[in-house]
């Protein structure tokens, strides 16, 4: 097979670019030290050439999903910690979405708020994040949840996604945000101030 050929359609490297002379190259040294052998396809060598195809770096939808951390914790979160994760020299766009305690709900004034979580509740969000991510290739994904007691201004949902074009990160992160909600076993009670409580969903 030529080179130009094999560099194109078997690793995707444009034809002209860096990328694709230099994996042609690679595949005519390979062409070479194969026919000077015996024993027919050299070991490693598609291996090799797959890691430098893979060492290049990407600028479009169909780099894999990368899913930073996803957990659940009863420790204060914040969203730049999210961003420092999942930021690079890739990143065209970092999309974020912080999910904090308000004063009030439904008319009510709201003191302070607790959230309880399965004991599934870590698993789930790691699922819910690779879901996400798979749904959304070139994305990276950084997002955890609050458990424990809040008071009113602290985070409980905090999120970050990265990718090369911002509308692959809000459309990700949109899907992160409402997924986690949907899906992850996580409940809250609030205390007003007329004195009453409520049990709610999943915040």
Known sequence: MPADESAENRFGAKPGSEQHAEIGAEIDAAGRAERSSEGGALPGVEAHIEGIVDSFESDDASAPAQVAFAYVSDQPITVEWCVDNVSSDDSGAVVTFSGVVRNHDHGRG???????????????MRQVADDVAAAHPGTRIAVAHRVGELAVGDIALAAAVASAHRA???????????????????????WFDDGTTEWVGAG
């Open 168 to 190: 692959q990160a809000f459309a990700a992160c949109a899907e992160l945000v409402d997924t986690v909600k949907a899906r992850v076993p996580i409940w809250k009670e609030q």
């Open 110 to 124: 709201v003191l302070r708020l607790s959230y309880s979580g399965h004991p599934t509740a870590d698993e789930v």
